[in-house]
């Protein structure tokens, strides 16, 4: 017979293990799934830039699916230095400064994730650009992502990243609207994707509300990312008739796309059945390049690939009675993110 003393050793590892096992799984892929709807933090700056008084003539909108702050190429197993993850900082904060916007929604954004040195991108590009008001939603909350694969050196490691919207008035609500991961992904797939959102933002200006949306959608599933779609529209619907703005990375072509599939950077990419867009603008909102404008020049509404772009994934809209005096692609963003930004420049309705 063993001794007891052994006997309780072998008790405590034939529990201990497993259980470490599982505290191991459940820190990396991070917990439960979040509640359908989450309300965010507001998080206030020490920095100038705060625009107070009257309501300014022209609302001024920026948004960008920035790429983590990585700049153009998706070769993450190539860690960037500080230095070169500065560099892009900088070049997206002086292209914020020149168009001047009052409100950026921002997509892929890292606030403390290995592959990005843990800089808090959210917080430094709000200061370099002077926007004292942050608003961050996490999508992406994972204690160790193991991709790629092998070897363990190269895995992404902690990751803590999502949306944010940044604004020189006062934001007074910041809640995230959870979008389903794909079914057709396996079980231990999406257990280590990221949640995508739609965040809802409340920003107030000189005494009015103007709700804003910042979206960003599926990108690899077809099925998925019409639900997501349906989702947007039935919730964003809901503040029909007040001062609206949605807008971000879609990651659908418009209807009118004279190409639908077998992209250069894509070959395999296929999206000739997609219906996400068409579904969205079921709400009737202006957009910054509609249908028209689209299609006598479709080479200037092109927002991906950054350098050599040949689809459209992103978008921005605004409400009823708005009035778009100038909406474009910001192609001077060049290579910052591997998609271009949009802008607009809206004249207020008429109360």
Same mark, same amino acid.
């Given at each position: ?20 096992? #599982? ?8 917990? /439960? ?12 700056? +020490?920095?100038?830039? !705060? ?11 920026? +948004? ?14 190539? &860690?960037?230095?500080?230095? !070169?993850?500065?560099?892009?900082? !900088? ?17 892929? #954004? ?26 961050? =939603?996490?999508? /992406?909350?994972?204690? /160790?992502? $193991? ?10 490691? &902690? ?65 998925? *990312? ?10 964003? +619907?809901? /503040? ?18 004279? =190409? ?6 894509? $070959? ?24 028209? *404008? ?49 802008? =607009? ?7």
């Amino acid at each position: 017979m063993l001794p007891r003393k052994r006997w309780c050793w072998m008790g405590l590892v034939t529990l201990g293990v497993p259980a470490a096992l #599982v505290g191991a799984a459940w820190w990396m892929v991070g917990g /439960w799934p979040e509640p359908e709807l989450q309300q965010g933090t507001i998080e206030r700056g +020490s920095w100038t830039g !705060e625009r107070r008084g009257a309501i300014p003539p022209v609302l001024k909108v920026f +948004s960008y699916n920035m790429h983590f702050g990585v700049g153009r190429e998706d070769d993450f197993e190539q &860690r960037r230095t500080r230095a !070169e993850l500065d560099r892009v900082l !900088e070049g997206i904060a002086e292209l914020i400064r020149r168009l001047d916007p009052d409100v950026v929604l921002l997509q892929e #954004v890292d606030f403390a994730s290995d592959r990005t040195q843990r800089i808090n991108q959210m917080r430094v590009l709000a200061e370099k650009a002077g926007f004292p008001y942050m608003a961050p =939603v996490v999508t /992406w909350d994972k204690g /160790w992502l $193991p991709f790629p694969k092998w070897p363990p050196s190269k895995h992404y490691g &902690r990751m803590l990243s999502g949306q944010a919207v940044l604004s020189r008035w006062p934001i007074v609500l910041n809640e995230r609207l959870h979008l389903p991961k794909p079914q057709s992904f396996p079980w231990w797939y999406r257990a280590f994707y990221l949640n995508r959102t739609l965040q809802h933002v409340r920003v107030n200006l000189a005494g009015r509300n103007l709700d804003v949306f910042n979206v960003h959608t599926e990108a690899y599933d077809v099925p998925n *990312r019409q639900i997501h779609a349906e989702m947007v529209r039935d919730w964003v +619907s809901r /503040w029909q008739g007040k001062w609206n703005v949605l807008a971000g990375d879609f990651n659908a072509i418009p209807p009118e796309a004279s =190409v639908r599939k077998g992209f250069p950077d894509e $070959p395999d990419c296929d999206m000739s059945r997609d219906r996400s867009v068409e579904t969205v603008r079921k709400l009737g909102w202006a957009e910054i390049i509609p249908p028209t *404008r689209y299609r006598s020049d479709e080479a200037a509404a092109l927002t991906f690939p950054a350098d050599r772009p040949n689809r459209r994934l992103d978008y921005l809209y605004v409400s009823p009675g708005f009035t778009i005096q100038s909406g474009r692609i910001v192609h001077e963003a060049e290579t910052l993110s591997d998609h271009l930004p949009t802008f =607009v420049e809206a004249g207020w309705p008429v109360p």
